[in-house]
């Protein structure tokens, strides 16, 4: 995830070799929301959750890419309910039945980062929230379609405002996603919103991570005092959903997604 309007470097295109690498960390966060998964539960408090994927992926000869990002303190980003992105790991806030939870994962290994995120209920939640977990997540879907080559950023963005706004839902427009490869953030940017037709050129080599963020109210957030922590202003649940893609000859491939989901 990105703050839209931030300045970043010039797209870059990445190598097969360059792929391959970037691939190679998009392993470990597949693996690691198998984990996170199983630990989702009533009880655990984000700041172990945060840790259980820090020993991850170092424990994969690899770096949780979070950590000391323009000074997040967090191995991950872990964000409970209300809070869209950049939720601390802390101690004092403990998963409860009913709840949900977004991790954002950014991991390196041997110099090339991949990203992703998931939200996952914890325990029995209402159908209020798994309609939007499901919603936020089949939006990804439609916009990754129009991942190919001589298509714009702004037809992703469009396919996932139309889709999500269809039902109801709302979705920020002062964050979105972003290349990713050699860097944590790379551009182009990529919003959820947006007129089709627009914005840069897909090409070969392009590698994307697309990432809905889905408010259940309004689509107005506030960044807390820490600086990070991102909460919807009407403090209606939100949802994310986020894979590093790769643009290919005709699409995509998407690397950090387990063969089945």
Do not use: Q
């Amino acid at each position: 995830m990105h703050l839209l309007g931030d300045l970043l470097m010039s797209i870059i295109i990445k190598s097969p070799r360059e792929i391959a690498l970037i691939k190679d960390a998009g392993k470990i966060i597949i693996d690691l929301f198998d984990i996170l998964k199983e630990n989702t539960l009533p009880g655990k408090s984000t700041w172990e959750l945060a840790k259980i994927a820090g020993d991850f992926i170092r424990s994969r000869g690899a770096i949780p890419s979070c950590k000391n990002y323009e000074g997040y303190p967090g191995e991950i980003c872990v964000s409970v309910n209300d809070t869209l992105v950049h939720g601390i790991p802390s101690k004092k806030i403990i998963l409860k039945e009913g709840d949900i939870v977004s991790y954002d994962v950014l991991v390196t290994k041997n110099g090339y980062t991949a990203d992703a995120c998931r939200t996952y209920p914890v325990g029995k939640v209402s159908e209020e929230a798994l309609n939007l977990i499901k919603v936020t997540e089949e939006a990804f879907f439609v916009g990754v379609k129009e991942v190919k080559p001589n298509n714009r950023i702004g037809d992703i963005s469009n396919a996932i405002e139309k889709y999500v706004e269809s039902f109801g839902y709302s979705l920020t427009d002062e964050f979105g996603g972003h290349g990713v490869g050699r860097e944590v953030h790379e551009d182009p940017l990529i919003p959820n919103v947006g007129k089709p037709h627009t914005g840069p050129k897909i090409v070969k080599g392009m590698t994307l991570a697309i990432e809905p963020m889905v408010n259940l109210g309004k689509k107005d957030v506030k960044i807390m005092d820490d600086g990070w922590t991102t909460k919807t202003c009407d403090g209606k649940i939100c949802s994310h959903y986020e894979n590093t893609v790769v643009v290919t000859d005709d699409g995509y491939e998407i690397i950090t997604l387990k063969k089945g989901e």
